[in-house]
């Protein structure tokens, strides 16, 4: 007996395409493109199985003889059967043959959303605490390069009060104090509240300690976890957060992040989005901003880097002084790193070694910039912190139609270094959806010859974007077509990434798209160290505990 099946050609070819990508989970890069593509034109025009998004549609009895929406296929069960069999045939000595390639993925998820619009000021995520001159914005960042101090920071809105902070690792027992400093500023003609920081050092690592900040019955009581000491085993989980904003979608991706676990924020830039307003509004709404992500910042340090929307250059205003709001409410420790300047340092925490970097400060061959990474790299010690983690805000790879090409400059310029230092990973933003690449580099192209297009390099970071923390401007969806083989993994959706490091040879990455409400794990590799995971240990690694890890699971 014959049966109809009408194919959904989209979902069939995606489908084709992640199984493909996913038998060759082992890969670092796609090196039989042309033939994976080739395999998935053949399947999508002649095959219809079941299993590849196939639905059965019960209102065509009998075949067509009118137009109808999408190709119709006729094939009886025998049919489906040998196709199968033929399917699972060539798949077999496909795999068999080619064993080391892989399809980059495009994910064709179609997700609601909440409209990419501000939070209104009067809602409950901006709260103002109670009290007289409560400190409000509470948020801690790393103060040394080790881990064992704190920059604590916030604002009293009404006078500028104590700049002390008390400190102890029992709960309501503050044996210890430290005082800050205080300072405000004008932009436009919103002034301040006044904003106060204070480190904190001396700290013991791996431990719990509770603070208070405030006064009398206005004071705040808050807690965090120093991380453990700097070797190169020690696990610890990072999350990653770009772009994030004030908007319902903001958080949500807030929400799903502190449901992770994770102990540290490698923020990629874009923090409030208030340079989207005018005048007064664009104080206004740092300050909403930093009371909405008080419920994480309190608690754990965010490492700060810095975007396009930090710079507020607006002449118009009369306000030309580039960072000015950002660099009075956030503070780094860039001096524990022989930095010159906050917007680019690096602090070492756990076994990773995290390298910030300014996409908006000078960064071309002399500049202080330049030099400073010059002098970092080289005090990069990987037998103590063998992981090598470098934040910057504009992707160098990145093939989403929006801010194309927008890190081109900083690749030509620092690509060599990456490659040469074998950085592990680069996180970046900017761009409002989520990539991550293969491994790969174009460092031997120049302006007279060389490779004009990046190839597979075992030496080279992985790239990975995710400005898609939820802000006002809404999803970057438009990708360039086709996906460019450099390119792993794209979707336009709202998320976060975490990163557990595991030990010195592997860490477990995961991409989490806001789903509705709910987070969903979307993308998830296993990274090796660059350093201590040299390829005969992948292999003993991947043989002994990685090749199921987690269903499928690709490892790089
Ligand atoms: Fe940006």
Known sequence: MSKWY???????????????????????????????????????????????????????PNPPTTKVDGPIIMLGTSGVRALLFQLLLISFVFFSLVGNGSAGITSSFIRSEWPSIDIPLDNEAFAVPKGHNAPQQVHITQGDYDGKAVIISWVTPDEPGPSKVQYGMAENQYKFSAEG????????????????????????HNTKYYYKVGMGDSSREFWFQTPPEVQPDASYTFGIIGDLGQTYNSLSTLE????????????????SYADRYQYNDVGIRWDSWGRFVERSTAYQPWIWSVGNHEIEYMPEMGEVVPFKSYLHRYATPYMSSRSSNPLWYAIRRASAHIIVLSSY????????????????????????TPWLIVLIHAPIYNSNEAHYMEGEAMRAVFESWFVHYKVDLIFAGHVHAYERSYRISNIHYNVSSGDRYPVPDKSAPVYITVGDGGNQEGLASRYRDPQPDYSAFREASYGHSTLEIKNRTHAFYHWNRNDDGEKVATDKVVFHNQYWASNMQRRRLKKNHLRNADGGIASY
């Open 361 to 384: 400060s000078p960064f071309v061959k002399y500049t202080p910039q330049w030099r400073w990474l010059r002098e970092e790299l080289t005090r990069v010690d990987r037998e103590k």
């Open 181 to 204: 400093t205080v300072a405000n500023y004008t932009f436009y003609n919103y002034k301040s509240g006044y904003i106060h920081h204070c480190l904190v050092d001396g700290l013991k």
């Open 256 to 271: 799903h992040y502190m449901q992770s676990g994770a102990q540290t924020i490698l923020f990629v830039g874009d923090l």
């Open 6 to 60: 009408k194919i959904d050609s989209n979902r069939t070819s995606n489908a084709i395409t992640f199984f493909l990508s996913c038998a060759f989970s082992s890969s670092t890069f796609p090196a039989n493109l042309r033939f994976a593509s080739y395999l998935k034109s053949a399947l999508v025009a002649s095959t219809v199985p079941r299993a590849f998004g196939l639905s059965p549609s019960p209102s065509l």
